[in-house]
């Protein structure tokens, strides 16, 4: 019997044991590492912009076109290619002009002061460049004597396109860049000027069915977490035709290979898979693409940075802004242009070392 | 319910077993008139709905048999788990997102006693050394939050089922050992009663409302019916003046 007694009360004692053991409540019980924000603010800065000032013939002086050209990145496989055309915006012509470019060059002297240089190039008879950059300033002169443009064809409206090749006899779909005479005025005397600013977006043969590419209501943010790197905005303008969007993250002076492509904008959580890369003539996702208005309600792109390579303790350390860009679809791979939409600083102790 | 109170509920308990162990004479399997008790003591396993993690559980029988095969009485049984802290996750954001915000992420756990008490029905093959046999009832469960987490005596009371199979092994003609899975379905289930999150923690917002949902697993699908199982051996024996006589 006292055996028997001995056995229950010690069964019993352990499970009174277990079932009452040092069990607290915590509603603080830290799970994963602190996730460091940032707040992406628009830019948009160094979008293609210009002017073309279209004159009328006057006796002996030839009808011309001077454009001013800012704001194009160099290409790696394409052109940027020059087109002028009729009233109507469907008869395109390529033009051949000479081209002048200032290019002001920054570089830290011993002192670490920065020393600028300002450099100027003419490249006679140019129908198409591939060089740019956000500091040059470009100069293109069009005269129908010199243009290879037939005194039958119209010289009304400047267009600028994104070719593949330099062998293109009739404009592409990208017509991203362009001007129309009547938007510098109404006047007919000879000689006339026109100003007028070229547009940047989608070219329609009239206005009403034109597109014009706006930065403005583009807005994110974004967070460091150990390797995790991830960007979510929201209200972005679709791309003109032949552009995407581009998540690059750089150091703070801009040095040569202290630029780090992050890639194009996804698709947000939990659609991750489908790259907005072609959202500029495709409805790559239709919850987040839109073609009325031409929008892109939210994308986002995560990355884990020993996909890319980064080092395993502090892999964002010397990163100094996360920025969103516009980027030519036959740009230079991976190179960051300056077609700048949004910026964000990264978080002090993320790119100093001190937190990951 | 803290510590103190969880060890007042499991003295009450043990004060009843104890009480009947002691009275336990030599005792056998089931036979008309008599009251056969067991003191299970085991391992419950929680619904992945119920969001509450395995626990040790401790459970009491007493069956009065009808005839030599059928038996119907109370089973009480009384666990505390824990809550499952992925399942409620929050975050708390200091800082200004302009200038650089830093987020903290947090589970909340909290322990809860489950107790839970029906009228059961044992159907059991009589006259063997090894007697199997199956078991069925209905009762209620109660669950006692955590007093410090919800600032309070918070509970939640609902109906439940449980069925059941095991077997009793003679040990003597009255005394025996018996394995026991039984499974125990709650009705009426609230998981949001174990989240301290909104309603208890200021300043944090649920994890799943934020954009870092995607970096932690979601919660299993709520249900409000919820079937747990309960693994347990226990101690059988008829106490002397329940019908078992003198030892």
């Known amino acids: ?356 | 319910m803290t510590q103190a109170h969880c060890w007042t509920s499991l003295r009450r308990f043990a004060s009843v077993a104890a009480l009947a162990a002691t009275a336990a004479g030599s005792a056998f399997a089931q036979s008309q008139g008599q009251v056969t008790v067991a003191v299970r003591g085991g391992y419950a396993s929680y619904d992945k709905s119920a969001s509450l993690d395995a626990a040790p559980v401790m459970g009491l029988d007493a069956m009065y048999g009808i005839n030599n095969w059928l038996s119907i009485g109370p089973a009480l049984s009384l666990g505390r788990p824990q809550t499952t802290g992925s399942h409620f996750i929050s975050v708390i954001t200091y800082g200004v997102l302009n200038l650089g915000d830093t987020t903290y992420f947090y589970e909340a756990t909290q322990p809860v006693n489950v107790l839970d008490g029906a009228l059961n029905v044992r159907v059991q093959l009589p006259g063997r050394k090894l007697s199997p046999y199956a078991t069925a009832g209905i009762g209620g469960y109660t669950l006692f939050l955590d007093v410090q987490a919800n600032r309070g005596e918070r509970h939640k009371v609902g109906l439940s089922f449980n069925a059941g199979a095991g077997a009793l092994y003679a040990l003597t003609e009255r005394a025996g050992i018996t394995f026991d899975i039984r499974s125990m379905t709650y009705t009426d289930y609230d998981r949001n009663v174990l989240d301290p999150r909104d309603d208890v923690v200021n300043f944090r917002t649920r994890v799943e409302e934020t954009l870092y949902a995607e970096d932690f697993k979601p919660a299993p699908r709520s249900k409000s019916t919820v079937t747990n199982f309960v693994f347990s051996f226990g101690f059988s024996y008829v106490p002397f003046f329940f019908g078992g006589g003198g030892s």
Not at chain 1, 201 to 224: H, I, K, M, Q, V
Not at chain 1, 299 to 317: E, H, K, N, Q
């Open chain 1, 1 to 356: 019997m006292n055996r028997r007694l001995l056995v229950v009360s010690s069964i019993f004692a352990a499970g009174l044991v277990a079932a009452c053991d040092e069990k607290t409540s915590d509603l603080s019980d830290t799970v994963r590492p602190n996730a460091y924000g940032f707040q992406m603010v628009g830019q948009a800065t160094n979008l293609p912009r210009g002017t073309a000032r279209f004159r009328l013939p006057n006796g002996a002086q030839p009808e011309s076109i001077v454009v001013t050209l800012r704001g194009l990145d160099s290409l790696g496989t394409g052109f940027w290619t020059a087109w002028v055309g009729d009233s109507l915006g469907t008869t395109f012509v390529r033009i051949t002009g000479d081209l002048s470019v200032v290019r002001q060059d920054t570089t830290l002297n011993p002192l670490g002061q920065a020393d600028t240089t300002v450099n100027n190039f003419s490249f006679p008879a140019v129908s198409a460049i591939s060089n740019g950059g956000t500091n040059q300033v470009m100069t293109w002169r069009f005269s129908r004597a010199t243009s290879g443009v037939a005194a039958t064809d119209s010289m009304q409206t400047f267009l600028i396109t994104m070719e593949d090749n330099n062998a293109a006899t009739t404009p592409g779909s990208r017509r991203f860049l362009w001007a129309r005479r009547i938007e510098g005025g109404t006047g007919t005397a000879p000689g006339t000027n026109k100003n007028a600013a070229l547009k940047f977006g989608n070219f329609g043969s009239t206005t009403l069915t034109e597109y014009l590419y706006s930065a403005a209501p583009a807005r994110g943010r974004g967070y460091f977490q150990r390797q995790i790197f991830s960007v979510n905005d929201s209200t972005l303008a679709r791309p003109p035709l032949g552009f995407y969007y581009g998540i690059y993250m750089h150091a703070q002076l801009y040095l040569p290979g202290d630029t780090l492509f992050v890639g194009p904008l996804r698709s947000p959580w939990p659609r991750r898979e489908l790259s907005l890369q072609n959202a500029d003539s495709l409805i790559t996702d239709p919850e987040v693409v839109l073609s009325v208005p031409p929008s892109i309600l939210a994308a986002a792109l995560r990355i884990s940075g020993d996909t890319l390579g980064m080092p395993t303790s502090f892999p964002y350390a010397g990163y100094a802004f996360v920025r969103l860009n516009l980027v030519p679809k036959a740009g230079v791979a991976g190179q960051m242009g300056g077609m700048r939409i949004l910026q964000a600083p990264v978080p002090f102790g993320i790119w100093s070392g001190g937190l990951q």
